[in-house]
């Protein structure tokens, strides 16, 4: 359990003294302690930590006006997750706060000879009594230490001192007739005032405000924390209503790990200049009042959640602290709402603020003369929707780490790391899926079915509609307990029949959307035969509710009314189009492409002669045409609907297969897409014999099979036999799709790899790679330790190699055993040294300038001849390159694409100039100051150029 006490340090300088950690290598203590002079030591311990840090002072007040200094540790003293979030304050109140604590290593603390030990000094804070002085005065619930020749407190300077959890000053004297039964502190607001702000702002950017306390009582302190506990395990949990196919296990997790940042704009009347999509987390940062708009399942509910469970924790963004919630509320509710939290907020004006609703629950600038600002939730994006993949398993894998049954539990999360892999390649191969799932709820009630089933989803786009449409249009809201908010009850098959109408009337129309006036009276004709429908309400009453409860409609602007996918409109429409025997209707507009997602589905609606009837339609279109795109498009369009129908005789499925054969290999992206949405059941009709195909034919049958996971593995490893570096490398970056192990023993080792640049990123794709004959390069994404790269590269000629975003890595210590290595990449990493590379000969070395920081006591590496640096804006490039690197003849400054001022600093340099001078090649937008290159004349030269990624 985190906690305060967590942050003291000990801090070793001109004194003994005491510190608290505000970050992990950032320490608050007294100046006093501090000695300037040129050969100063200071530095820092943490109990329990890994003994003593050098520490570097970032800032320090004068002792006799503000006692406090700020100290930078060489490395972190504690990990960072020990630390509760910080929470640091000023007492606007002048009245005693009992409770209070300073904490540190006073002189009277001592044991076994006088090895520092921690103390805790217990007493009431008397804010009026220091106040003339700006400081904080603790008069100790103790007795008064012994008779010392000094203060028994010494050594307890820079110790913090709190009220509950908030730090509110460190403690710097020992005021004379108070026999040591008071302490005085230096006010963090003070420190603050006096120039430690604006050091922050350089060093923690991201620090806290400062909160303003009324004098807490320590009863309201644990009530806090108790109701913190309640609101976390009551909000911790999300869960998915209404589908009853998903049992206890599958439609409930862990909401802190699952939860995913979702996207949204600024809401309003829509203007040719439309707001671009931000994180809903910056869009509130800004925004203290916020009404929150968003379709059924968009995940209000589950940001609502999310937000009041860290809130309550503090261990929300900073921008987003303090932040409350006030969900949906049926319409008798919602104007008394209304006014209860006017009443609220003119009460409490620096509450933040968010209200949820359906887009249509209450009329736009509901609360705008309450100072709010209205947001627009926005669906999923392709990114948006592997990510919560990936962390809806994570969160599901976790229930299993209560288990007794270990093997059990872990059988269990294997299979659920399978399940992710599996369904993450299938959102990429097939974009239906992807359109479905492009609101939380409806990706949450996917990933779950495919647990529930196995990895096996419905088999057709039309099965797993059907299963959502049922969920929207059912019990959803009984399952919530909301009743009947609109005062209509609809059944699943009310819903549809009114639904229909107005798709098929879109469809019709070649539009996306329709007005109010024209869905009222597409509802009035569906209605006709709807008499138990009529009796609760008119046409209009009943659009209102299908807008607000279904989560299929949205009004997009004042009178613009649209499904919230395409593909339900278009399900819709085709079940609308079979009943109404409207198929020719269909089949006349089969080449067109807004129409054929219709034609897929309608053939779950249909019978047997019925479906026989589209899919001979579809031969005969492909047939008859003579455009490449028009072909393909029919032939995989009658195999899709092959594959969907419920009975299709031998020989119409023989003529449909046939022709996809027939297409022969995919030349462009699109071609890929068309052969991948056919799935596992393409294999027979694929090529078999790579060799017979030129290096693009064979690197897009490869992008088919890679989207097929280990159904594409055989044929993946004919594929591996090209001759061409382009398609062996295409492979090689198929790992993804299938067990590691699997991938190396079946594709990898029967391969050439020589002349690729083989990618790695999970440690189960290291542990094979003893087995591989010679690769050409290595890149090595994510966390690996120096233990683990050894293992991997024992033995192994290696000359090229990339380190990505590796945060763990300390030291290059596993390359001391390859000489040989010629070309390295270290992006994204946070070293200590450089000492692995001391017996190389580089020819270049790629690094990013935070880890420039490296150089100050690396050994010299005569031997890199090009330097290339990876630069952010601002950064500052100076003379330990040269000092470093002295046989430096190349250096290549990438701003990433930003317009970045980087500074290169020489005058520092007084060894050798490099032999061949120094060329300094620069991305074009980079702004270079160089300091101090008049030594270098004109052999100092600068050259701009492209040199991104």
């Not at 509130?284 to 469970?309: D, H, I, N, Q, Y």
């Not at 492009?438 to 779950?448: D, G, K, N, Q, S």
């Not at 009276?521 to 009453?541: D, K």
Request: glycine share 8%; net charge negative.
């Amino acid at each position: 359990m985190r906690s305060v006490e967590d942050r003291l340090v000990a801090v070793l300088a001109a004194q003994q003294g005491s510190g608290v950690l505000l970050t992990p290598n950032l320490i608050l203590t007294s100046s006093h302690m501090v000695d300037f002079s040129r050969d100063a030591v200071a530095e820092a311990a943490a109990p329990g930590g890994s003994g003593t840090v050098s520490c570097e002072v970032l800032w320090a007040g004068r002792p006799d006006r503000c006692d406090a200094a700020l100290l930078r540790a060489r490395r972190d003293l504690v990990p960072a997750d020990r630390l509760p979030p910080l929470r640091w304050g000023t007492l606007a109140a002048k009245q005693p706060v009992a409770g209070c604590q300073i904490l540190g290593f006073p002189q009277v603390q001592r044991y076994r000879g006088g090895e520092l030990e921690a103390a805790q000094i217990v007493g009431t804070l008397t804010p009026l009594s220091g106040r003339m002085r700006g400081r904080y005065v603790l008069h100790s619930d103790h007795h008064p230490p012994g008779a010392f020749t000094r203060s028994p407190w010494a050594g307890l300077s820079g110790g913090p001192l709190f009220t509950g959890p908030v730090l509110l000053g460190i403690a710097t004297e020992d005021p004379q007739g108070w026999e040591h039964s008071v302490i005085d502190a230096v006010p963090i607001a003070r420190a603050l005032a006096e120039g430690l702000s604006e050091v922050l702002k350089q060093y923690w950017p991201d620090a806290p405000p400062l909160e303003e306390l009324s004098g807490p009582d320590p009863q309201d302190l644990a009530y806090e924390e108790q109701y913190a506990k309640a609101i976390k395990a009551r909000y911790s949990r999300m869960e998915v209503f209404g589908l009853d196919d998903l049992g206890t296990n599958e439609n409930s997790w862990d909401l802190d790990t699952a939860y995913l940042s979702l996207e949204a704009r600024k809401a309003g009347p829509e203007t040719s200049l439309r707001p671009e999509r931000q994180r809903i987390e910056d869009l509130l940062g800004s925004r203290p009042r916020t009404v929150l708009r968003g379709e059924a399942g968009a995940g209000k509910t589950t940001l609502v959640w999310w937000l009041a469970s860290h809130a309550v924790c503090r261990t929300l963004p900073e921008k987003l602290s303090a932040l409350d919630g006030l969900d949906e509320l049926p319409q008798t509710d919602r104007d008394p709402a209304r006014r209860w939290l006017a009443q609220l907020l003119r009460m409490y004006p620096d509450t933040r603020c968010l209200v949820t609703v359906r887009p249509l629950a209450v009329e736009h600038a509901w609360l705008e003369s309450e100072g709010f600002e209205e947001l627009q939730l926005l669906p999923m994006n392709k990114g948006g929707i592997q990510s919560f993949v990936a962390a809806w398993h994570k969160a599901a894998r976790l229930e299993y780490g209560a288990y007794a049954d270990k093997a059990r539990a872990e059988q269990e999360r294997s299979r659920l790391t399978a399940l992710e892999r599996d369904l993450s390649q299938e959102f990429r191969r097939n974009t239906g899926l992807r359109d479905l799932a492009r609101t939380p709820l409806l990706c949450a009630v996917i990933c779950a079915l495919h647990r529930r089933r196995s990895g096996l989803l419905p088999r057709t786009r039309w099965q797993l509609y059907d299963a959502a449409l049922s969920m929207l249009l059912g019990n959803r809201d009984a399952y919530r307990r909301i009743g009947a908010p609109e005062g209509m009850n609809l059944t699943v098959d009310d819903g549809r029949q009114l639904l229909q109408r107005i798709a098929v009337w879109l469809v019709r129309s070649g539009r996306a959307e329709l007005s109010r006036d024209q869905a009222v009276g597409q509802l009035e004709r569906a209605m006709n035969g709807l008499r138990h429908v009529r009796e609760q309400g008119t046409a209009l009453e009943t659009l209102t509710h299908l807008l607000n409860r279904s989560g299929l409609l949205q009004e997009r602007s004042a009178d613009s009314i649209q499904f919230i996918h395409r593909t339900f409109q278009d399900f819709l429409a085709a079940k609308e189009f079979r009943e109404n025997d409207s198929l020719d209707e269909l089949l006349g507009h089969a080449t067109e492409e807004q129409w054929q997602d219709v034609i897929r589905l309608v053939i779950g609606h249909c019978g047997r002669a019925e479906a026989r009837r589209v899919i001979a339609g579809l031969i005969v279109a492909g047939d008859e045409t003579d455009k490449r795109e028009t072909l393909w498009s029919q032939r995989t369009l009658a195999a899709e609907c092959a594959m969907s129908a419920v009975y299709l005789d031998d020989a119409q499925h023989e003529a449909v297969w046939e022709g996809v054969r027939a297409l022969g290999p995919p030349l462009s992206e699109g071609e890929e897409e068309l052969l991948s949405t056919l799935g596992p059941e393409v294999l027979p009709y694929l090529s078999d014999d790579p060799t017979a195909l030129g290096p693009a034919e064979a690197s897009g049958v490869v992008n088919v099979l890679a989207s097929l996971g280990n159904a594409g593995i055989p044929l993946l490893q004919k594929y591996g036999q090209h001759e061409s570096a382009r398609v062996r490398s295409r492979i090689a970056d198929c790992w993804h799709i299938a067990d590691a192990r699997v991938f190396t023993d079946e594709i990898l080792s029967t391969m050439r790899l020589d002349d690729i640049t083989l990618p790695m990123m999970l440690p189960e794709q290291l542990s094979p790679l003893p087995t591989l004959g010679p690769v050409g390069g290595f890149i090595v994404f994510g966390n690996h330790s120096s233990d683990s790269l050894r293992r991997a590269f024992r033995d192994r000629q290696v000359r090229d190699l990339v380190l990505e975003n590796n945060t763990s890595l300390m030291t290059l210590d596993f390359l001391a055993d390859h000489p040989e290595i010629e070309d390295l990449s270290l992006v994204g990493c946070f070293l200590e040294d450089l000492s692995g590379l001391g017996g190389s000969a580089l020819r270049t070395l790629e690094l990013e300038t935070d880890l420039l920081r490296i150089l100050d006591t690396a050994p010299p590496l005569p031997h890199v001849g090009a330097v290339r640096l990876l630069v952010e804006p601002g950064d500052r490039v100076n003379e330990r390159l040269l000092t470093a690197f002295p046989g430096l003849s190349s250096l290549s400054l990438n701003a990433w694409g930003l317009r970045a001022a980087v500074v290169l600093d020489l005058t520092g340099h007084t060894g050798p100039l490099p032999a061949d001078g120094l060329k300094v090649n620069l991305d074009p937008e980079v702004e270079l100051t160089v300091v101090g290159a008049d030594r270098f004349g004109d052999r100092l030269r600068i050259h701009k150029e492209p040199s991104g990624p």
